[in-house]
């Protein structure tokens, strides 16, 4: 059973930083493309970052470029996100993601994503 756990989130003050984690089980991570969305209130799910099976494969949603970064550990099976100068609009639950097809690269489409966390919360005051 595959199983992701993000975590991470919480409340930070506008211009400051906040890095996502994603503990991904039950399958082989190193094989894996993995991707970061979002869904603020009332808004459908968005493509904020992936990375492909290899590192050197990675994409970025236009509210990402320049201040988000995306990366991977695969000795611990984890994908991080690495969020700075954060925005009040950047305020959303985050979900952390995987591709379902192995070797895949870095995909912004949601329907590529077979496997989903329960989500982290973040929250940017003004």
């Known amino acids: 059973q595959v199983q992701l756990v993000e975590s991470g989130g919480g409340l930070v003050q506008a211009g400051g930083f906040l890095r996502l984690s994603c503990v991904v089980f039950?399958?082989?991570?190193?094989?894996?493309?993995m991707g970061w969305f979002r869904q603020a209130p009332g808004k459908e799910r968005d493509f904020v970052a992936g990375?492909?099976?290899?590192?050197?494969?990675?994409r970025y949603g236009d509210s990402a470029k320049g201040r988000f970064t995306i990366s991977r550990d695969n000795a611990k099976n984890t994908v991080y996100l690495q969020m700075n100068s954060l925005k009040p609009e950047d305020t959303a639950v985050y979900y952390c993601a995987a591709v379902e097809a192995e070797f895949a690269l870095a995909s912004s489409s949601y329907s590529d994503y077979a496997y989903w966390g329960q989500g982290t919360q973040v929250t940017v005051s003004s």
């Open positions: 990375i492909g099976w290899s590192v050197i494969s990675t």
């Open positions: 039950g399958r082989t991570f190193s094989r894996t493309a």
